[in-house]
């Protein structure tokens, strides 16, 4: 069986720490009890034995008036006493229980067995009786018992352990939360950077393990700053040294060519240069995915209604099923690009049965982008998650590269939400993207 853990690793040590800290009292109590307490609760025993044998010796040796007196002022009587019901006590004072036990079994082997002996416990006044010998008939008397028999220095000693314990357990707790801070401040820093932002420097004046990854993590931020930059730069230069020539091959076909040209061949080329245009695009949408833009709050579903007017304008009919939706942060430009990618996926591979529905779960907002296409295998949904991956149902369609979902995915992670395929029920595929609200 698999004991449940805490989560986090704070709840873990300070779980261990009190384990360890309960465990060590425990094992101290076991030791003082049997090799301190009891030889100690044993000895007092066998003294208070030996002082009721000379008791009973003397009393039974004086006359029997003098005995009577000397019976009259220990309390003695006749009758036996009446010993009164102690579970309660022995669950309240479960020490004190312990060594008087110990006690009684030892007084009860030293002395003689017509001897015997009976505890009562009345509150604070507790009383051993004993039968003894007096004026020549047995007479029980209450003795005053011995501090060793009873447990107010145990009581005491538990009581202070247990304090040392909890303030042990306390220090622990304050020196793990310190010491976790900066782990914290890390794991903020973490999804700073995985949401394209830049933290601030973490500190690097803690312990030297903690600082050793601060440290680390600092440098490793610094190198995707410049790697960022790198790439903004490249990203730059390609638009600009392959859309120039793109542009001037347009304007140098248009002088070129004469009037009466084969416009089939015309509108060919001119297909060719468009697809080039759109595939450097596409690389330019994966290589960037909107990490400068800032992210503001907006209402996703007017930016689907705008959506599907505009499709619905290109002849493409969009169903909506718009939920409440709170206000969501968002990046406008990235996320025009991820629904403008999903709807126009789902017009060239779904083609029937479009639509687009909206709702609020789990503290997300849902957008699934729906069709009534020839659907996709399990298998074959995960791999379109892959940059340059394409469905079957795709391998004719020309003029994709197999960034569009790539691209979807990469959006929904810079907004700190997930990308999911499913089928849709009737047949057909359904791609969900969750956002945090």
């Known amino acids: 069986m698999r004991i449940g853990l805490p989560r986090s690793l704070l709840a873990r040590n300070i779980a261990l720490l009190v384990a360890l800290v309960a465990f060590t009292q425990v094992c101290s109590l076991m030791v003082l009890l049997h090799f301190a307490q009891r030889p100690r609760v044993e000895r007092a025993a066998t003294v208070f034995a030996h002082y009721v044998s000379m008791l009973d010796g003397v009393m039974a040796a004086m006359p029997a008036e003098e005995a009577r007196v000397a019976v009259a002022r220990l309390g003695g009587q006749t009758d036996a006493p009446a010993v009164d019901d102690v579970m309660e006590a022995r669950a309240l004072h479960p020490f004190r229980t312990w060594q008087r036990?110990?006690?009684m079994d030892e007084l009860h082997k030293a002395l003689p067995?017509?001897?015997?002996?009976?505890?009562q416990d009345a509150g604070d006044n507790e009383r051993l009786w004993i039968r003894i010998r007096a004026a020549g008939m047995p007479t029980w008397v209450a003795l005053p018992m011995t501090a060793d028999a009873q447990a107010s220095g145990i009581t005491a000693a538990i009581a202070l352990s247990a304090a040392l314990g909890l303030l042990a357990a306390l220090t622990g707790y304050l020196i793990q939360r310190h010491i976790n801070r900066p782990l914290q401040d890390l794991a903020r820093a973490a999804l700073h950077v995985s949401a394209g932002e830049t933290p601030a420097p973490l500190p690097t004046d803690g312990p030297t393990e903690i600082s050793q990854v601060s440290s680390a993590f600092n440098r490793m931020t610094e190198a995707l700053q410049q790697?960022?930059?790198t790439r903004a730069l490249m990203l730059a230069g390609i638009s600009h040294d392959i859309r120039t020539p793109l542009t001037k091959l347009r304007l140098a076909m248009a002088?070129?060519?004469?009037?009466?040209t084969d416009d089939a061949f015309v509108g060919s080329v001119e297909g060719y240069l468009d697809r080039i245009d759109t595939i450097l695009q596409q690389f330019m949408d994966y290589a960037g995915s909107g990490e400068r833009e800032a992210p503001q709050p907006g209402d996703l579903n007017a930016l689907v209604r705008q959506l599907a007017s505009d499709f619905a304008g290109l002849g493409h009919e969009f169903e909506l099923d718009l939920g409440d939706l709170p206000p969501v942060s968002y990046?406008?430009?990235s996320m025009l690009r991820l629904l403008m990618n999903l709807m126009q996926n789902a017009i060239n591979y779904g083609r029937t049965?479009?639509?687009?529905?909206?709702?609020?779960?789990?503290?997300?907002?849902?957008?699934?982008?729906?069709?009534?296409g020839i659907g996709i295998s399990v298998a074959e949904l995960e791999q379109l998650r892959a940059p340059f991956s394409r469905g079957d149902n795709a391998r004719g369609h020309s003029g994709g590269t197999g960034l569009g979902?790539?691209?979807?995915?990469r959006i929904a992670r810079l907004h700190g939400g997930s990308l999911a395929f499913r089928p849709r029920e009737g047949g057909g595929l359904e791609v969900v993207v969750s956002l945090p609200v």
């Open 255 to 260: 002088m070129a060519l004469p009037r009466g």
């Open 113 to 119: 067995p017509d001897m015997p002996v009976q505890w």
């Open 227 to 229: 790697t960022e930059k």
């Open 353 to 372: 049965g479009l639509m687009v529905r909206t709702w609020k779960e789990g503290g997300a907002a849902h957008v699934a982008v729906c069709d009534r």
């Open 331 to 333: 990046r406008p430009t």
């Open 405 to 409: 979902l790539a691209i979807v995915e």
């Open 101 to 103: 036990d110990v006690f």
